[in-house]
């Protein structure tokens, strides 16, 4: 399932790793509720759309997924990558490529590591509890299903592991605090008696303030990468890296200041950067798929974008690249550096990277993933995706879009209904009498009729309060 190369770490491709559940307990504004994206037994739905009124909770549902993906960000030892400053040299050399210092500025703030990890967890535990926060993550690897739990309150307090070991499944590791210190059984996680030792004393050093997920990050990065899954079992290994690479996948809402290392490197195609990069010139071929699809994409979204392509140069046996547009502009087709684009094509695009994961069969998590983008042509996207989803990819996602319930199945839409007294339930249309959710009914409408909550109900605000006719009036009278 894993091999080594160069001291890159590949995932065999085979390996099919989906989210089947996640069940929250006092996180944010969720007290106790689970999302089920079970298909079946052995299968997790390919699709996930999460809909309801504002402040019901899709962000906080989204920021869950973002506790995996700060625990391969923050580090004991991270830094700033220092890729990134040879690459943007790199770049300063070349003749045919060349960037704005905005693009410079942006990239080095993106590789820039500052947060604190306990801080994060605290702000997302539940306002005014005692009881801790409970995150439990249930995946599917390969057809066998598993979960990560994780317990924090002011500090990481328990972390377990649950999946496939020597053909039985069974808790790969669990590591709680008590009065006596932190416990720990980490014989399902490596056979190498010195190995365990040195994981031991490294949990004594930090976790707590990290989990063994930031714990082995940190690890993957300080040493040599076939050291560390040499000696970590198969089981521990493939967990480790599927979660890995879906937090590479996460998109929020708003544009994050500070993106996840990609140091480690990780031998995936999809690390390609969609913008800007160098490469080997064996991926040449997935920046022509790139290119195809970046046109078509952006040619929906402008009339004026006639092709998307890479600007090349070939250095030292490798491709560094810039992408391009070729635009009509006064009467012209003009070439333009796609650095110069303005901030909501350029985040448009950016967008885009995860939607490209899925197809490689990855877990890409939106918050509001129509932000910015037509409802049209949203709706098409979604829909060219889901008839190329390859095993073990999975798109999540929040959305207001109601246009986008006429094309997604319901087994795949999820409503977050919000009572009077602040509690929340989730629900799947698909729940609901099957009957009455045929082919021939239009889920979109029976939505905003109310059939599924999760929708607002206003009968208008009162604007009144801003009448200002009283205040001229006096005014007026003033100044005679």
């Known amino acids: 399932m894993l091999y080594l190369k160069d001291n890159k770490v590949f995932l065999n491709e085979e390996v099919t790793f989906m989210f089947s559940y996640i069940h929250l307990e006092n996180f944010k504004s969720f007290e106790n509720i689970t999302f089920d994206f079970h298909k079946n037994k052995h299968e997790a ?56 210092p905005a693009a410079i500025d942006a990239m080095l703030d993106a590789h820039k590591c500052q947060t604190d990890l306990l801080t994060f967890l605290y702000n997302c535990r539940m306002a005014d509890c005692v009881a801790p926060t409970i995150i439990e993550f249930g995946f599917i690897i390969d057809t066998v299903e598993g979960h990560y739990t994780l317990k924090f309150a002011d500090q990481i307090l328990y972390e377990e592991l649950y999946y496939l070991h020597n053909k039985r499944r069974s808790k790969l590791f669990v590591i709680s605090q008590n009065d006596s210190g932190i416990q720990s059984d980490l014989s399902k996680v490596t056979n190498n008696k010195s190995y ?43 967990v480790f890296l599927t979660l890995m690479s879906t937090s590479s996948s996460y998109q929020p809402s708003a544009p994050k200041e500070e993106i996840m290392n990609n ?69 012209q087709i003009r070439d333009i550096n796609f650095n110069l684009e303005s901030t909501g094509t350029r985040k448009l695009v950016d967008e885009l990277q995860p939607l490209v994961n899925v197809l ?88 905003l009729k109310g059939m599924f909550g999760g929708i607002p109900y206003s009968t208008g605000i009162d604007f009144s309060f801003a009448d200002t006719s009283d205040v001229n009036e006096t005014e007026g009278v003033s100044e005679e």
Not at 70 to 93: G, N, Q, V, W
Request: charged share 25%; net charge negative; proline share 2%.
């Open 45 to 100: 739905k390919k699709m996930i759309a999460v809909y309801g009124e504002n402040g019901s909770g899709k962000s906080n549902f989204v920021s869950a997924f973002e506790v995996l993906w700060m625990f391969f960000k923050c580090l004991p030892h991270r830094k700033t990558d220092t890729s990134i400053l040879k690459l943007l040299a790199l770049a300063k050399e070349s003749v045919d490529i060349s960037l704005d």
């Open 196 to 238: 365990q030792k040195e994981l031991k004393e490294l949990l004594n050093k930090y976790w707590g303030k990290y989990s063994f997920w930031s714990i082995l990050g940190d690890e993957l990065l300080q040493k040599n990468a076939a050291y560390m899954v040499k000696n970590l079992s198969k089981s521990v290994s493939t």
């Open 263 to 331: 140091s480690y490197q990780m031998a995936f195609p999809v690390s390609l950067d969609i913008v800007f990069g160098q490469t080997s010139i064996k991926n040449e071929e997935y920046l022509n798929r790139y290119e195809e699809l970046l046109t078509d994409y952006l040619s929906q979204l402008y009339p004026d974008v006639v092709e998307a392509y890479y600007k090349k140069d070939y250095l030292n046996n490798g491709i560094l690249y810039q992408l391009y547009l070729r635009k009509k502009i006064a009467g």
């Open 360 to 447: 490689y069969g990855f877990v890409s998590v939106y918050d509001e993933i129509d932000s910015n983008i037509h409802d049209l042509l949203m709706r098409n996207l979604l829909m060219s995706l889901a008839e190329n989803i390859p095993e073990g990819g999975q798109l999540i996602f929040t959305t207001h879009n109601t246009l986008l319930l006429e094309t997604i199945d319901p087994n795949s839409v999820y409503i977050i209904n919000l009572d009077s007294e602040g509690n929340k339930e989730v629900s799947c249309c698909s729940d609901y009498d099957y009957k009455r959710i045929q082919k021939t009914n239009n889920l979109r409408n029976l939505y």
